[in-house]
Structures are given as C-alpha cells and as structure tokens.
C-alpha cells in the first residue's frame, strides 16, 4: 500500500520536472538528491532494532531533521527518501514533521522511497535507479549526516567539470582531520583512510578505508604514476560522505549490480577500472562542518560540535524553536528549556542540555551531557558525558558516566552504568546494580544467527520480536552473569553485581577488544599506553623490515606462500566437487566443466588439475574402504575403475601423467599413509587402466633416479614393475625391427 | 661555510655508456661540452657558490694525472684543490669511503664531476644548514631527453613521457625527504610505509623529479653510514634511500614525545571537556620535525626553468651539447654573437660556408667552401674540407673531415679522420678513428680497436 502511494509520488515528481523542461529548456534540472535513511550497518545496535538510526535523537532532534534542513538550505528542490529497516517510522516522522506535505517555492519536496528487500546501498540506489525518479545531478547522502556547508561551491566545481569531462561522475566531500597516531581512528571513531589525490585537478587516485594492519604499504599501481607524475596521499583527511552525482552513478550501479557499499565497492570500483574511465573528484571542506554519525564516538563528538555551535544553525536552540519547547542557551553553553524543574542544589556544569518537564532533584551533578524530555532524577545523581533520552526514570544516588540511555530507562537507586554502556529503550536496571563497561542492554534479544560479514548482516527486524517474553530467556554474557530478576526481587539483591530487566548483548560484530574504538566513552589511559607500546615494538619490527629492505623480496616469499595456500585452496575445492559427483548429485561432463572452471578460477595448469583430481579419486576410495589393505586394494580399483575417463580426460600428455605419479608419491609420503604398502600394486593398476603410460612411468622412475634416498623408497618398491616395463619396450622395439 | 666539498669526477673506464667518447687520454671528467671539461662547469659554479676547498676523487692513476694537469692549470690561484685518487669501480658511495678520513667539516657537499647545471650548489648547503639535515639531496625536473628540434623544446610533444628516474616522496612542505625510490624499483607499484603517513599526515608523490646526484651531507652520519654498510656502493641507490628509510626508525624517541602530548590532549577531550573542542585544533606537527634525536632528509628542488642534467650517457652528451650552446647557452661562459653562435676569429671559413645559430668554432678550425653547420661544435684545429654538412653534432679537437662529408647526430672524437663523402648518422666515432671514404653509417659506434681487428 504504501509503496505505491510513494511510487505515484515519486512518478507526479518526475512528470514535474520533465514540465519545466519543456517550459525553459535553459533552466537547469531543479538539484535532487537522495537521502539514505538506513545505514545498513549494525553499529548502533540493539537500539536499532527498535527505532532507525535516522530517528535517533542527537541533542533533541532526530538525526534526519539535520539532514534535511541542511539539504533545504542548501538549494536541494526535491529530496527522496529512502527507506528500508523501519520505514512505516520513517515515513511517520516526514509526514508528522511536516517534511512530506510540503510544496511550493523555497522549499524542498520531500518524497519517500521504500524497499524492504534492499540490504545495501548499492541496492538502494538500484531501487532509485528503476523508479526513474532522478533527472539531473543529485546530491548523495545518508540520514545520519550533519552539516552547515554551502554546497554552492562543490556543486560549481562539479558542473564545470563534467562539462569538459563527462566521465567525471562524482565529487566527494572531504575535510581536514588527522587521525591519532596511536589509535588509527578520526575523531568521529571512523577508521583512517589513505586517499592519494591529484593535487592540481583534485583527481581521486587512489581510497583505502579500514585500517589493515597486516598491510604495512600502502601500495599505488605504476600506471596511477605513468599518468599522474605528482600526486597527495593523504590520511589526514575524512570522508564526510556527502556525494555529488551524475545521473550515471545510478546506472552504475544498476550496471555492476555486485557493488553494494559506497565507497568499498563503488568507489573502487571506479577507480581500478580503466576501460570506463569514470572519474571521480574531491571537493575539500575548508569551511563549514560536516561530519556523519556512523558510531557511537561520533554520536558523542557530533553532539558535542552540536552544543559547541559549530554546526550553526543546526543547534539547539535555534532548530528547536520550531517545536512548541523552547529550549534557551545559558552562558558557558548550557542550554535549558524553560519547564525545567532544577532543584537549587543540583549542579548543571558547561555544555550540557536539559531537556523540557524534566526533574533534576537535589545535589545532581550534570556535566557534559545532554538529557531529554519528561526525565525524572532523583537525588544525589551523577550524570558525566552521557546522553539520557525521553522519559528517562533515575532514582537517587545513581551515577552514569560516558553512556547512552535511551526512552523509558528506569535506574534504580543506587545504580551505576560505567563508561560506553548503550542501555535500549525500556531497559530497567535494579538497585545498586552495577552495569560493566561496554555493556549493550536490551529488552529484545541478540539476533543468533548473525552473518560475520558486517554489510550484509542487515536484517528488517520490524516483525514480531516485541513479541518475545524478556524476562524468560536471557542470555549471558560470559563471567558478567545476569540473572533475570523480577521487580520484587530486586529489592533484595543488595549486593547483586547484576540484576538488569533486558537481555545483554555480546558483542559480535567488533568483538570486545575493539569496543572501545567507537564507544562514547573516552578511550582508556591503560589503552593509549598499551597502544603506545604497541607503536614502539612496531618501529622495532619496522627496523628488521628495513634491514631487509626491499619489499618486494617481502612480496616474492609471501607470493610463494600464497602459491602453495591457492593450490591446496584449489584441491580442496576439487575434492568438495568430486565428493558432490559421488553422491551423484552432478554427471561426469558436468563434473569435467566444474573442475575445468575451477582450474581458470585459480589459474592453474591442466597439470595441477590432473593431480588434484587423481587425489580426489583416491581419497574416495580411501573413505569407501575400511581400515585393511585388502578392502583399500579393492575399493582403489573400483574406484580408477570407474573414474578412469575421468582421470584420461586431464592425462592428455606425460607431463599430466608424471604429475599423477607424484602426486601418488605425495600422498603416500604424507597425507594418506594408508597408501604406502600398495604403492607397487596400484602402480600396474594405474598402467593397466591406461590412466598412465609407460613413457610417464619411466620418465618419473629416470628422473628419480638421482633423488635422494628418501625419495627412491617407491622407485624401489616397484622396481620389479618398471624391469618389465623397460623389457617390454625393448621386445617391443626388437620386433618392429 | 664550514662545507667540504667532494667531487665524485669518474674515471676512464667507469662508464660503460659512454664509450667510446672516454678513453685513455679523455677521462669522464675532460669531456669536452661545448669545447670546456664537463668538470669545468661544476667547478666554476662550486667557485661561484664561494666553496673553494675541493676535492677531487679520481678513479685511475692515469686518469687522475690527466685531470690533476688540467685542473692546476686552469683553476691556479681560483681554487685549492686536490687530486685524490681511488682505485676504480667502488661506486660512488665506495670513493666517499675510500676518502672519508679526509673529510673533516662538519658538512659534506658531494657533487658529481658530471652535473651540468645552474643551480647553486651554496643555496643547496644554505638549505642543509637550515634545516639542520642530515643530507640534502639536489632535486630537479626530469629533463625530456632525446633529440628534439628547437621548435619541439617550447611546444613539448605531450604525448612523450618523460623518462621515470626515481619517485619521491615530499611532505606537505616539500622540504622533507619522506621517501625515494630510485634503480630499477620504480617501473614497479610504489609501495609507501602506512606509519609514514600516518606520521606526516600528507605526502605528495612525485614521479616528475630526479635525483641529480648533488648531496649535503653531515658528516658524522656519512662517516657512520659508510662505516657500518660496507657493501653500500651508490651513493643514490643505498646510501640515500637508506637515510630517508632510516629518518623513521629515529622518529620513535622524539616522536612518542610529541605523540603523548598529542593523544594526551585528545583523550582529555574525549573525556568530555567541550572547552577545548578539536573541530579545528591545530594539529600537533608531525612527529618528524619534532624530534631531537633522530635525523632528517631534506629536499632541495629546482625550479623548472633551473637546468640540471648529468652527462652519464651518449644520449646526454648529445643533449646538453646541444642545450649548452642553444637554449641554456648562459652555461657555457661564452658571450654569443648576433648570430647566436661563437666563431672564434683564428678560425677560416671557406667561401660559401654558413654557421649557423647555436653553433661553436673554436680556434684553429678551418672549413672548406659551401660547407653548413647548424646546431653543432666544432673543436680546435679542426681541418674541414668543402661541402661538408654538419647538422647537430659534436665534433671534437684535431678531427680531418674531407671533401663532401655529412655529419648529422653524431660525437666524433679527437683526431678522427674521415675521408671523402663519408656520411655518418647517430653514429659516435672513437678518437683516432679513420672512416674510409664514401661510407654510410647510421646510429654505429665506431672505436678504434675494431678495426684493428
């Protein structure tokens, strides 16, 4: 239902635009942009799961509210929105926040665009794409973005350059911002980036995202140069992730329908393809903000700019005005709204919000946080750079420090959430119940079943969880035991260490050691220095690199590695596809397709082929035989038996052949032992079924001759055979005399 | 200034590439460019830079008698200079060895005997000394090699890419040497050490310049480097990579300094104190200009319309030559006629017989009638008969060219004869050579002990 309401939108938008052309053919496409209301990440998880990210409060206001006044200040005429997780919430809020109904001039037109299908960007963009919506250029952007800077420059740069150059299909915003040396990671919690940039057209070369530690080099393509003589490589800068495209980007996408991220796939995409010659610009932000909630340390820097001013006019008291509380600005930044219920003894330090029909009781302490609306907080409460949403409940002699707390938490007395804890809409904690660091609590469950692979862990989670009874099943978090307790029995548990109403959440996606990372909370003394030391045994490890200088003897020795890793690689892969074939799942040319298409996968010789098929044969006899030579003996014998077109399909010449005994050698040297005993009789066997000829067997037995004794071992065993083998030839060549 | 100055001057037989121009009796370092030793030009404009305490390393006893000769006879009373001799084929790196208990300055200025150029070497040790670095190393725009016309230097056939020499890597200031590549590496992907950029934050790469073999060094380092790598052998293949390499290990002492201020100051503000909000702090300067113990590599980068080029090769010496006396004529301290071109007046042209621009006729010479030269150099009691061409080349001292020759690119060396008619292209003839009359040779190298046999 409602995707077709969006749909006869988005169609009404674009039958408007098409108008204005035909009125005034000079008049430039109105500026669209698309606007990605899902980040298909997980990173504010369990919160998610409830609510979706855009909507989440950032010092008052939902993040989305940021994104679109900036994108209407900015001259954006028509906006689509597009969302997917939770998308009835999305589309409630425009049209409750008035963004849906609106039209006429000097405002932007802002239309819904739902898919529920979509796990990336990628295909949220191909959903775009098939609606035929977007005309001109557009602006691209997530709904997690805050931003005050004028676009007028980058879009001027951006049209100037596709006119001398259509291929140039994006502009990238990027900004200044150096990442700490210790931790990897900017300011916003974002991983560092390598970017290499033409420092005269301003060229996109080069873009690493996530810091890989195990790459020390960072390594630009000879061709990059042959074209480029000079070029930046940056890591002090940021994406901001606010994009300018060319209409192409959404064929683009719709083309290459593997890419799924933006700048993994996309932009790389891009730039490591040289027959297109898409080409992709920076535009640096020297003035203005912008920066994107992509975690929960951007979450806190974010707001902290947001109280700070720096996203003027994106601040409280200003994009407040519009809603019915007003909230004012008091010296030293503290900003509070004028229902505000301060007991005179309560302590509300710099650049903190307080919120309207909030409570603060008597000896708080509030510092550098942000609190909701409709809070009630009891006495003697310490509240230290954390964000408490709506309608939160703090009993007295509570203490959060460096958390999050979103609607409808209920602390109670006495409770202390230590640093970088992300307490879930609802989630109650009991008295004097301690919530460790880190903690994620909340009262659905973790899904179990989670892909590793964070881009496509995306789940629409809208159905049916707020089913599932809390209190019965919780789950634990190892040695941090959380027993599910009843309101009463709270009460009692005077020295529980944890008594909490929800379930806890393990961290799965960046596992523990990595939470600090993007927490809210500062990142730990102990960390830096331990990070510290880390940075010193690496500038030692460094000096050994040095001494062995050159890097690409490093490649030479790691490729080897990788050559026999691919290999093996590719046995096992020829192994799995035989065993599918035995279980006659798969016909023989279908079989001698597969293992033709593996080979050019990885590719390998007919010969590597050759050997990894013949292993493949034998170990299935080996599995259909049981532990005595005799049944192996007979099972090895049905089985060449039955695969001998198979084996003579990759035996084409000696050299095929001469692999096949090697690799027989191999195997009964090392992996399959059982072998060893029947080497002599299985080699005749071989002959025989004219899996190999007697040119290989000689061949192998001559040059084995000047091997070492090890390796003569089955050269002697099946002495006797190759004696007659080598008199047959002779007799042979005797009577054709 | 407290410099030592080194010149790295070659000997006979070091450059292959050079053959035959070198030989017994004109080492590397007496090739004459626009009729002066290539030494001389690095020599006057040491004498410029005011740096007149030199030595010069000679490979060769014989070849280092030779330069000794011409060098105190011709700088008697300019500069102090002394004649060092090493045995020959320890590289360059290997000569500084060879010599280092000499070196005494606090500052070593080692320059190649084969560097034309009119970049200062003074305003590359002013920067060392700035800089307080431990080397400085002479940067400058990779020269278009190859025989263009004139016309072709000012509209620069775009498609030609320049040759790829080394690739460096400069900081934000382009006065820090990050990274160098240089030998054969750099046909090969460029492979930059994350740390470093994590430490500088922003380094340019550049393909477009070339290491031009003029380095100030601190001595103590140089003598440290020398000591301890004793299979280095190129100054710019070893020593210096391994310098700008090395410039990150000693961040680590000094760094982790700056580093603790750094991420000390961050953590407070993460902590929560909104006063100090680092939207736009001032970053902390990298770690490589802060600290105290470890050393610096620092750049030196001419600007393009400086000219700077090596004459390590045929092709080179064809090249500055012909920039010597053409675009780049204020090198070769000769004053230019209205016609662009020097005829020096012992000199006898034969009716009919036209130089033209961007030409040199040294004393001595005499040519036939109707002969043409353009763009070339004659040397001194040259004998030349008539109608003879000379188109782009160089022809050295006591050559016998006959009646009817034709000379188009080519290096003919001292007393070369060649006889009636003959035509020669691209072709390089050793000294004492004879090309028999009515021959045709295109791009030939043509020495003496081949036709002995």
Known sequence: ?737 | MDFQVVVLAGGTSDSEKLCPLVSKDVPKALLPVANRPVLSYALDLLEASDLKDLIVVVEGQEAAQLVDAWVSSAYLDRLRVEVVVVSEDLGSAGALRAISKRLTANDILVVSGDLVTDVLPGAVAATHRRNGAAVTALLCSVPVSGPSDTASSSGKDKAKKPTRLNIVGLDKSKQFLLHIVSGTDVEKDVQVHKRKIQAVGQMEIRSDLMDAHLYAFKRTILQDVLEQKEAYRSIRLEVLPYLVRSQLRSAPSGGSGTAVDETGSSAVQSSGNLQCLSQHRVIAPSAFKQDGGGHRCCAYIATKSKYCHRLNSIQSYCDINRDVIGEASHLSGYSFSAQNNIIHPSSVLGSKTTIGPHCILAEGSQLGDKCSVKRSVIGRHCRIGSNVKIVNSVVMNHVVIEDGCHIQGSVVCNNVQLQERAVLKDCQVGAGYIVTGGSEHKAESLARKYSEL
Request: a negative charge; aromatic letters at 6%.
């Open chain 1, 1 to 737: 239902m409602s995707n077709k309401k969006s749909r006869g939108r988005g169609g009404g938008g674009g039958a408007a635009a098409s108008g204005d052309g035909h009125e005034d053919l000079a008049r430039p496409p109105p500026l669209q942009a698309v606007l990605l209301a899902d980040s298909f990440t997980l990173k504010f998880r369990p919160i998610t799961l409830e609510r979706p990210k855009v909507l989440l409060p950032l010092v008052h206001m939902p993040m989305i509210e940021y994104t679109l006044t900036w994108l209407e200040s900015a001259g954006v005429e028509e906006a689509f929105v597009f969302c997917c997780a939770h998308s009835h919430q999305v589309k409630e809020y425009l049209e409750k926040a008035g963004w849906a109904g609106k039209s006429g001039p000097g405002s932007m037109a802002v239309t819904a665009v739902e898919s529920h299908d979509a796990i990336s960007a990628g295909d949220a963009l191909r959903v775009i794409y098939d609606r035929g919506v977007i005309h001109g250029d557009f602006v691209l952007i997530s709904g997690d973005t805050v931003s005050n800077m004028s676009l007028k420059d980058a879009l001027q740069e951006h049209m100037d350059r596709k006119k001398k150059d259509p291929l140039a299909v994006m502009t990238m915003v990027i900004k200044h911002s150096k990442p700490s040396i210790l931790t990897h990671q900017t300011r916003l919690g974002n991983d560092e980036i390598v970017m290499a940039i033409d420092p005269e057209t301003k060229e996109l070369l080069y873009y690493e995202d996530r810091a890989d530690s195990s790459h020390l080099y960072v390594t630009i393509d000879k061709d990059i140069l042959t074209n480029n003589p000079t070029l930046q490589l940056h890591n002090d800068m940021e994406d901001c992730y606010i994009d300018i495209c060319s209409p192409e980007v959404l064929s683009l996408f719709t083309d290459n329908f593997d890419y799924q991220h933006l700048r993994r796939h996309f932009v790389k995409g891009l730039l490591v393809d040289d027959i297109m010659g898409y080409k992709i610009y920076t535009h640096e932000l020297r003035s203005g903000y912008a920066a994107r909630i992509d975690n929960f340390r951007s979450y806190d820097t974010v707001s902290k700019d947001v109280i700070q001013r720096w996203t003027y006019p994106m601040v409280p008291d200003v994009i407040s005005s519009r809603d019915c509380s007003e909230s004012r600005l008091h010296r030293q930044g503290i900003y509070k709204a004028s229902d505000v219920t301060l007991s005179p003894s309560a302590q509300i330090g710099a650049n903190s919000v307080v919120g309207s029909a909030t409570s603060i009781g008597d000896h708080c302490k509030v510092l550098n946080s942000v609190i909701g609306e409709g809070c009630k907080i009891g006495k003697n409460v310490l509240i230290n750079g954390s964000f408490i949403w709506d309608n939160v409940i703090i009993e007295d002699g509570c203490k959060v420090s460096n958390s999050l707390v979103c609607d409808g938490v209920h602390l109670r007395a006495g409770a202390i959430v230590e640093p970088g804890c992300v307490l879930s809409f609802k989630v109650e904690v009991g008295k004097n119940v301690v919530v460790p660091a880190h903690s994620k609590v909340s009262l659905l469950p973790q899904p179990s079943n989670e892909d590793s692979d964070e881009e496509l862990e995306y789940a629409d989670t809208n159905s049916g969880i707020t089913d599932s009874p809390p209190f019965s099943s919780m789950r634990s978090n190892g040695d941090q035991a959380t027993v599910p307790l009843e309101e009463d029995e709270l009460g009692t548990s005077e020295a529980g260490t944890c008594g909490v109403v929800g379930y806890v959440w393990t961290s799965v996606d960046t596992g523990i050691v990595e939470e600090w990372r993007q927490s809210i909370a500062p990142i730990p003394k102990e960390k830096l220095e331990e990070l510290r030391h880390a940075a010193s045994d690496d500038d030692g490890s460094e000096d050994e690199s040095n001494n062995r200088t050159l890097p690409d003897k490093d490649d030479s020795s790691d490729s080897v590695v990788d050559d026999d890793d691919h290999i093996s690689k590719f046995e096992k892969e020829v192994e799995e596809t035989f065993q599918r074939a035995l279980g006659g799942g798969v016909n023989r040319d279908n079989l001698i397709l597969e293992i033709n298409g593996l080979r050019l996968a990885y590719s390998l010789q007919h010969a590597d082929c050759a050997g990894a098929v013949f292993y493949s044969v034998m170990k299935s006899a080996l599995v259909a035989a049981q532990s005595t030579n005799d049944t192996l003996l007979k099972t090895t014998a049905d089985a060449l038996g039955k695969w001998k077109d198979l084996l003579r399909n990759y035996t084409k010449t000696v050299d095929e052949e001469m692999e096949i005994l090697l690799k027989f050698e191999e195997m009964c040297q090392e992996t399959t032992k059982e072998f060893s005993p029947l080497f002599p009789t299985i080699l005749p066997y071989l002959y025989d079924r004219e899996v190999v000829s007697e040119d290989a067997i000689l061949r192998w037995a001559e040059e084995k001759e000047h091997a070492d004794e090890s390796d003569k071992v089955f050269v002697k065993q099946s002495e006797a055979f190759i004696k007659w083998l080598k008199e047959a030839e002779e007799e042979d060549d005797e009577e054709e005399e």
